[in-house]
């Protein structure tokens, strides 16, 4: 049964880990190298990471400024930057690609507040099923009722310490986003 609990806390522990990452992409009118994590440039005819192209830095709160290691590519890391649909245009000098991030409105902060209620939402559901594969397999370990129970118990838990969790981060990422 402990091993079972395990693995449910990894599972759990994973989740949360999924959903942070979810939440880092959620941009609060900040740079943030990690709003292009997911930025796939071709590059010599396969997909590559930016951050394998290019240095990426940050030279003022609200701007992203990318220097590629290898200059021809700076159409590619263009074209992948739009293509990405991160709501930001790249401008080139045909050195380095700025970003300028927007400020953001009260109506957009509201939004992106709606899509990081929505992932932790998300996570909980996530949490939710693996607290019911959790008690299936104890079920399935036929044991006297007391210790099923204690099993039960236990699981439950572990789920509210990491339903616990996901309203923390929530409300931490929450008020960076409310934050002008």
Same mark, same amino acid.
């Given at each position: 049964?402990?091993?079972?609990?395990?693995? !449910?806390?990894? $599972? @759990?522990?994973? &989740?949360?880990?999924? @959903?942070?990452?979810?939440?880092?992409?959620?941009?609060?009118?900040?740079?943030?190298? &990690?709003?292009?994590? *997911?930025?796939?440039? /071709?590059?010599?005819?396969?997909?590559?990471?930016?951050?394998?192209?290019?240095?990426? /830095?940050?030279?003022?709160?609200? $701007?992203?400024?990318?220097?590629?290691?290898?200059?021809?590519? %700076?159409? #590619?890391?263009?074209?992948?930057?739009? &293509? &990405?649909? %991160?709501?930001?245009?790249? =401008?080139?000098?045909?050195?380095?690609?700025?970003?300028?991030?927007?400020?953001?409105?009260?109506?957009?902060?509201?939004?992106?507040?709606? $899509? !990081?209620? *929505?992932? #932790?939402?998300?996570?909980? +559901?996530?949490?939710? =099923? +693996?607290?019911?594969?959790?008690?299936?397999? %104890?079920?399935?370990?036929?044991?006297?009722?007391?210790?099923?129970? $204690?099993?039960?118990?236990?699981?439950?838990?572990?789920?509210?310490?990491?339903?616990?969790?996901?309203?923390?981060?929530?409300?931490?990422?929450?008020?960076?986003?409310?934050?002008?």
């Amino acid at each position: 049964m402990d091993e079972i609990l395990m693995d !449910a806390e990894i $599972q @759990m522990q994973s &989740a949360i880990e999924n @959903m942070e990452k979810r939440f880092v992409n959620i941009r609060a009118g900040r740079a943030n190298p &990690a709003m292009l994590d *997911g930025v796939m440039v /071709s590059y010599y005819g396969s997909d590559t990471p930016l951050k394998q192209l290019a240095t990426i /830095s940050i030279p003022e709160a609200r $701007q992203l400024s990318i220097k590629p290691f290898d200059r021809s590519s %700076i159409g #590619a890391i263009e074209k992948a930057i739009l &293509a &990405a649909n %991160i709501g930001i245009t790249p =401008n080139n000098n045909g050195d380095v690609i700025i970003l300028n991030i927007p400020a953001l409105t009260e109506d957009t902060r509201r939004e992106y507040v709606k $899509q !990081a209620k *929505g992932y #932790a939402e998300d996570c909980k +559901i996530v949490l939710r =099923n +693996i607290r019911q594969d959790t008690n299936k397999d %104890i079920n399935k370990l036929e044991l006297p009722e007391d210790n099923l129970k $204690q099993g039960e118990e236990e699981v439950q838990k572990l789920i509210n310490k990491y339903n616990k969790i996901v309203d923390e981060k929530f409300k931490k990422k929450e008020e960076e986003l409310m934050t002008v």
